[in-house]
């Protein structure tokens, strides 16, 4: 009885000892980096074409995208405040969507367009990374160093999933960058709705 008891403890601490390490999802309400900029649409005079652009702009913050896909949706939303007199709001805003970090949920870092924007706001821009991403490995098993692991017209980033609007780091996982700091990171060539506070880097994470 006591040999079969130890062989099936021995037998349990094998399995526990050789299961594989569970990777960390990270996700966040992707309608929540996009809501702001909804609202000040509407305020501008955007009216029916706010929503459904600020929808399709939210999915691209998803794992599934292309890399160039949030700055795309970008564009499309300063094109859309240029027909509303240059808001000056909706560019800030879309200038910051264009650095909120994108999903992991494999715990790997979101690959950076390698195409310039269409807008001259967004020249330079490019997503943050989750605090909980790994540094070395890209979405797709990619390793550093390979193309699409720097951001355009750079050699090398540091530290690690910064961009222009937090350039102390990534971002706390799951968090919106537009609640974090106003500055996008550069003048958004807009009107005269207000200018933009002096970016913050993000806080660091709290250990749980």
Not at 96 to 111: G, K, T
Not at 177 to 203: C, D, E, T, W
């Given at each position: 009885?006591?040999?079969?008891?130890?062989?099936?403890?021995?037998?349990?601490?094998?399995?526990?000892?050789?299961?594989?390490?569970?990777?960390?999802?990270?996700?966040?309400?992707?309608?929540?980096?996009?809501?702001?900029?909804?609202?000040?649409?509407?305020?501008?005079?955007?009216?029916?074409?706010?929503?459904?652009?600020?929808?399709?702009?939210?999915?691209?913050?998803?794992?599934?995208?292309?890399?160039?896909?949030?700055?795309?949706?970008?564009?499309?939303?300063?094109?859309?405040?240029?027909?509303?007199?240059?808001?000056?709001?909706?560019?800030?805003?879309?200038?910051?969507?264009?650095?909120?970090?994108?999903?992991?949920?494999?715990?790997?870092?979101?690959?950076?367009c390698q195409q310039p924007?269409?807008?001259?706001?967004?020249?330079?821009?490019?997503?943050?990374?989750?605090?909980?991403?790994?540094?070395?490995?890209?979405?797709?098993?990619?390793?550093?160093?390979?193309?699409?692991?720097?951001?355009?017209g750079l050699s090398s980033?540091?530290?690690?999933?910064?961009?222009?609007?937090?350039?102390?780091?990534?971002?706390?996982?799951?968090?919106?960058?537009?609640?974090?700091?106003?500055?996008?990171?550069?003048?958004?060539?807009?009107?005269?709705?207000?200018?933009?506070?002096?970016?913050?880097?993000?806080?660091?994470?709290?250990?749980?």
């Open positions: 009885m006591l040999s079969i008891l130890f062989t099936a403890l021995s037998t349990s601490a094998l399995l526990v000892s050789g299961a594989p390490i569970l990777e960390k999802r990270i996700a966040q309400v992707i309608a929540q980096a996009t809501a702001d900029w909804e609202q000040a649409c509407l305020r501008a005079g955007g009216g029916q074409a706010c929503n459904p652009l600020s929808v399709s702009s939210m999915a691209t913050l998803l794992a599934a995208p292309p890399p160039c896909a949030q700055q795309d949706a970008a564009d499309s939303m300063i094109d859309l405040a240029r027909k509303l007199g240059n808001d000056a709001e909706m560019i800030r805003l879309a200038q910051l969507f264009r650095q909120q970090p994108r999903n992991a949920p494999d715990s790997v870092s979101s690959l950076y924007p269409r807008n001259n706001e967004l020249q330079g821009l490019f997503q943050c990374q989750f605090q909980g991403v790994n540094d070395n490995v890209f979405t797709g098993g990619v390793a550093l160093g390979a193309p699409g692991t720097i951001p355009l980033l540091s530290p690690p999933g910064s961009c222009p609007a937090n350039p102390g780091g990534k971002i706390p996982d799951g968090q919106q960058l537009n609640k974090i700091v106003n500055n996008p990171g550069r003048g958004n060539g807009g009107g005269n709705n207000g200018a933009a506070q002096p970016s913050q880097p993000a806080p660091p994470a709290q250990s749980k």
